[in-house]
């Protein structure tokens, strides 16, 4: 079956760049979406199909997707953003959804 | 407004059969495009995909626990049941129920409800 790889960890100061990324084969060739959770929390979809955003996420979280590799980054981090993130994929050729290993942002 | 709950019972034993309910409002499954779907989360480890239904009936599930799990809606009540059989410890997780846009291969799930903890212990 399809498996999306993200790093276990980022850590990031304030105000600095975040990059999470999500290894797959061919990863560019599908839709990636994202997902922030807080603790205690259920996730929130923060970009979808490789790089929009739903409304009222801010313009700091940004996405793309090419090759083996997607990521999510956001600019500006503040420390409101410090959360576990997803990607997800959806593998059409077996109809299943695939969620990553999970990465734990910490905002130094 | 979209919102989604999940209810059932918070502890099974094991080998029990565990069923799950998702109450929904603010759409309806017999629209084109939109499906429910189950993801689990076991106590500090990653989200983990179980089963979706969509709003023509069709129904997938993650290949590892197929033979374990029954998906299923009730349109006019605005419910997604899903059942799961032979419980072990390790399924014990927070089941989530959330709302999936079908679009064109960017099938993603966009509400989410609360989640529900279950925990499996004789």
């Known amino acids: 079956s399809y498996v999306l790889t993200q790093p276990p960890s980022v850590s990031v100061a304030p105000g600095q760049t975040a990059r999470i990324t999500c290894g797959g084969n061919?990863?560019?060739?599908?839709?990636v979406h994202w997902y922030q959770q807080k603790p205690g929390q259920a996730p929130v979809l923060v970009v979808y199909?490789?790089?929009d955003r739903p409304s009222g996420i801010p313009e700091r979280f940004s996405g793309s997707n090419s090759g083996n590799t997607a990521t999510l980054t956001i600019s500006r981090v503040e420390a409101g953003d410090e959360a576990d993130y997803y990607c997800?994929?959806?593998?059409?050729?077996?109809?299943?959804?695939?969620f990553g290993t999970g990465t734990k942002v910490t905002v130094l | 407004q979209i919102t989604l709950k999940e209810s059932g019972p918070t502890l099974v034993k094991p080998t029990q059969t565990l069923t799950l309910t998702c109450t929904f409002s603010?759409?309806?499954?017999?629209?084109?495009?939109?499906?429910v779907g189950w993801i689990r989360q076991p106590p500090g480890k990653a989200l983990e995909w179980l089963a979706l239904?969509?709003?023509?009936?069709?129904?997938r599930y993650s290949p590892s626990l197929k033979s374990r799990l029954t998906i299923t809606k009730d349109t006019s009540k605005n419910q997604v049941v899903l059942t799961m059989t032979n419980m072990d410890p390790v399924d014990t997780a927070t089941y989530y129920c959330?709302?999936?846009?079908?679009?064109?291969?960017?099938?993603?799930?966009?509400?989410w409800g609360q989640g529900t903890l279950v925990t499996v212990s004789s």
């Open positions: 603010g759409f309806s499954l017999s629209t084109s495009g939109v499906g």
């Open positions: 239904i969509y709003w023509n009936d069709d129904k």
């Open positions: 959330a709302h999936a846009r079908i679009a064109a291969a960017a099938n993603y799930f966009d509400y």
């Open positions: 997800q994929v959806w593998d059409s050729s077996s109809d299943i959804y695939v």
């Open positions: 199909d490789d790089s």
């Open positions: 061919n990863i560019g060739s599908k839709s």
